[in-house]
């Protein structure tokens, strides 16, 4: 089975009707992205990550599965902190603070603790305790975390983040399966 994909209905308009399985049933997963234009319906968390890595299907092996998770979340993170960096919060940031959000993301950003105006986004994979670095902390909020670690747990970090929208249909017949389901 594949992801099943359209452009989203405009926000002054009826969304699309949830498309059918062959069986006349529905998909259990419905996903909103790249900005609620589009919509991707799918039975799988692995089949949802269809939409936003059309190559992830042909990936035969966990860990080229993995990388290409954790290229989406480098892509997610840089993409997010420098959207967070335009707020005009970033004035009030220190110069140190400031010298965080703005640096360059080619190695993960060190930090002990977080607590500037403008939330810092991490990609979880270098923290520990995946990961070799400190773990940073902060007050809630401060910290955005994209976790890569496996297809639910990015699915459902992208969704916190509000990158994506996921909406789970929970009346299915026979009970469903756990989201972690097909990784």
């Given amino acids: 089975m ?22 006349q049933s529905l998909y259990r ?4 992205y790249e900005g609620a234009t589009w919509r991707a319906w799918a039975d799988t968390p692995s089949e949802l990550l269809e939409a936003l890595i ?3 299907p042909t990936l035969e092996t966990p860990r080229d599965r993995a990388a290409a998770r954790i290229r989406l979340a480098l892509r997610t993170q840089v993409r997010m ?7 005009p919060e970033l ?3 220190t110069a140190e603070q400031r010298a965080v959000l703005l640096g360059s993301r080619e190695t993960p950003p060190t930090v002990r603790q977080w607590d500037a105006p403008v939330p810092l986004v991490l990609v979880s994979t270098f923290y520990r305790p995946e990961g070799r670095l400190p773990r940073p ?10 976790d890569p670690g496996d297809d639910w747990s990015l699915l459902l970090s992208l969704h916190q983040a509000g990158v994506i929208h ?8 026979p009970p469903a ?5 097909g990784n």
Avoid at 2 to 23: F, G, H, L, M, Y
Avoid at 177 to 181: I, K, L, N, R, T
């Fill in 137 to 146: 902390e902060g007050p809630e909020g401060s910290l955005v975390w994209i």
């Fill in 2 to 23: 594949t992801v099943i994909r359209a452009r989203n209905a405009s926000a002054a308009a009826e969304p699309p009707a949830p498309p059918k399985k062959d069986d």
């Fill in 81 to 87: 902190q420098a959207s967070l960096a335009m707020a």
């Fill in 54 to 56: 059309p190559e992830y």
């Fill in 91 to 93: 004035e009030e940031c």
């Fill in 166 to 173: 996921v909406n789970i249909r929970t009346d299915m017949a």
């Fill in 177 to 181: 399966p756990e989201p972690d389901e």
């Fill in 29 to 32: 997963f419905e996903m909103l």
